[in-house]
Structure formats: C-alpha cells, structure tokens
C-alpha cells in the first residue's frame, strides 16, 4: 500500500517537474540553453523541454529586425569644420550562439563601432559633400558595419543619418546663401518674364507692321492697276476714235474715187479748206494759182449744183 502511495508521489512530482521544465518558443524567438554552464543548443520556435538543474536558460533573443537609434556623435569633417550626427540603425540577430558569446554588450559595441565608422567617412568629406551625399555615407556605414558585426551573429540591413547639424555659425551662413541664391533666382525669373514680355510685344508690333505695310502694298497695287486699267480703256478709246476717223477718211477718199470728182470740186473743197485755215490768228495764206481765178471757180460752183440737181431728179 504504501509503494503505492510512493510511486504515486513520485509520478506526480515527475510530471509536475516536466510540466515546469516544457518551454514553447514563440515564433521569430530563439532560446540558448546552457547545459552545466556551457552552451549546450538553440531553441527555435516550438515545443522544448529542459532537464532539470542540468539545462538552463542562458538567453532569450528576439530574432525580429531592430531599430537601434543612436545619440548625435560629434564629428570633424576634412575642413575641420565640427558637427553632430546622429544615425539610425536596422539590424537583426541571424546567430543567437554568435550573438550570446561574440561580443559582451552587443548593442553598445554597435553604437560605439558606429561612431568611429562615422567619425572615419565624414573625416575625408568636406562639409558640402556631407551635406549632399548622405546615400554615399549610408551604404559605406553599412557595407562596414555589417562585415564587422558579422562575427557577432548580426546583420546591419540599412543604416540611416537622421540629422545632420553643423554649427550654428555655419546654419546662418547657409541660410544667408540660400536666402541670396532664392533672391537670385527671383531676380532672374522676373527678367525672363519681362524679357519674354518684350519680347511679345516686339512680335505683336512686328506683326502689325507687316500687316500694316501689307495693305499698304495692296492698296498700292490696287491703285496702280486701277490706273493702269483707266489708261488702258483711255488708250483703247483713243485708238478707236483714231481708227474711225481714218476709216471715215478712208471711206471718204474711196466715195470721191468712186464718184470721179471733177477739178471744179477739188478746188472747191481746197477752198472750204483754206477758210478754215484762215480763221486762225496771225496766218499767212499762200493761194495756188489753180483757186486764183474767182469768176472760175463761180461757174465750176454752179455747173456742180446743176450736176447734183440732175442727179437727184
């Protein structure tokens, strides 16, 4: 009966120790067990059991990436000019074993290896590239970072400089040139509007010109043709009064041929013809012989009505 009871107790307290002794790791965790003092394995995610007093342990390590941000460090660029940056830091633990016996204080080794790191990249910048080339820094910090945590069982994944701070001298210097170089870029931008607006109004005048001299030429042209038309009907007129005249005379010419006009009728018509000659001013008049005799021409006058009076009847 009583081994009984003694086997019962014992049972008890064996489950009992394993229910203390059974550990679950949860997920992105490691645990390093240290077994009489000495690492003895990692823990990963699930379901462990620990002997106990031998088995311990040692550390429990998240395995999720972390952010480490670090207090501004002083540093000296190549100009010797003094500034305080401050860095960011993501990392994560990739080797708990490394991580738990690599370095005493891993944390601390990261801030402080980070400062020298940095101290040794901004010594050989001046202060202007420092300021424009922080994508620079931050790759050279990280490639270094991570080879020197490498034996800690740790990976630098990005490196970040969170603020740059020079001296206030040199912010009010800066602020002076930013505020000159605004001011300059004011100034030029207004002369390119105005000169973009001269320039308009340049092409507007232009243009008007043109057009104005334009129809000035059309008018010209106009005119001129109008002229050149008015002289050409004027021209025309004038030939064809000329050509009727002389076709008139023409015809003339042909009826007297036609009509066989004696000598009395010649000297007739030389005579109508000296009359009018005679009305002008300051003439002198030279009568052929063939009109000198009056009482002639009398008689040549009456025969010719006699002729036409026969001729009609």
């Known amino acids: 009966m009583y081994g009984l009871i003694i086997l019962g107790v014992i049972f008890i307290i064996f489950i009992v120790v394993i229910i203390v002794n059974a550990k ?85 080794a990261i801030e402080n290896l980070t400062a020298t790191t940095l101290r040794n990249i901004i010594g050989d910048m001046e202060l202007d590239a420092t300021l424009t080339s922080r994508d620079v820094i931050n790759t050279k910090m990280r490639v270094i970072l991570d080879e020197a945590t490498d034996p800690w069982g740790i990976k630098i994944n990005r490196v970040e400089l969170k603020n740059i701070m020079p001296p206030e001298a040199i912010q009010n210097a800066m602020e002076r040139q930013m505020k000159a170089e605004r001011e300059r870029r004011e100034k030029i931008l207004q002369a390119e509007g105005e000169k ?13 010109a043109i057009l104005q001299a334009e129809g000035l030429k059309a008018a010209a042209i106009l ?68 009109i000198q005799s009056l009482a002639g021409l009398a008689t040549s006058l009456s025969e010719i009505m006699k002729d036409q009076a026969k001729v009609s009847q």
């Open 223 to 290: 005119s001129a043709e109008a002229d050149r038309e008015a002289q050409i009907r004027r021209a025309e007129g004038e030939a064809e009064a000329i050509i009727t005249v002389q076709e008139a005379v023409a015809n003339g010419v042909k009826m007297l041929n036609a009509a066989d006009p004696i000598q009395s009728v010649i000297a007739l018509k030389s005579l109508s013809t000296f009359e009018k000659v005679a009305d002008g001013k300051a003439t002198k008049i030279i009568i052929p012989s063939e």
């Open 24 to 108: 679950i790791v949860p997920q992105a965790n490691a645990y390093v067990v240290e077994r009489l003092g000495a690492y003895h394995s990692t823990w990963e995610t699930g379901f462990h059991i620990a002997i106990p007093i031998i088995d311990r342990i040692s550390k429990r390590i998240s395995l999720k990436e972390r952010v480490a941000d670090f207090p501004p460090q002083p540093v000296i660029t190549k100009d010797n000019v003094t500034m305080q940056i401050d860095t960011v830091i993501y990392l994560q633990v990739t080797d708990p074993k490394f991580y738990m016996y690599g370095v005493d204080n891993p944390m601390k």
């Open 196 to 208: 973009a607006s001269a320039i308009l109004v340049a092409e507007g005048e232009k243009s008007a």
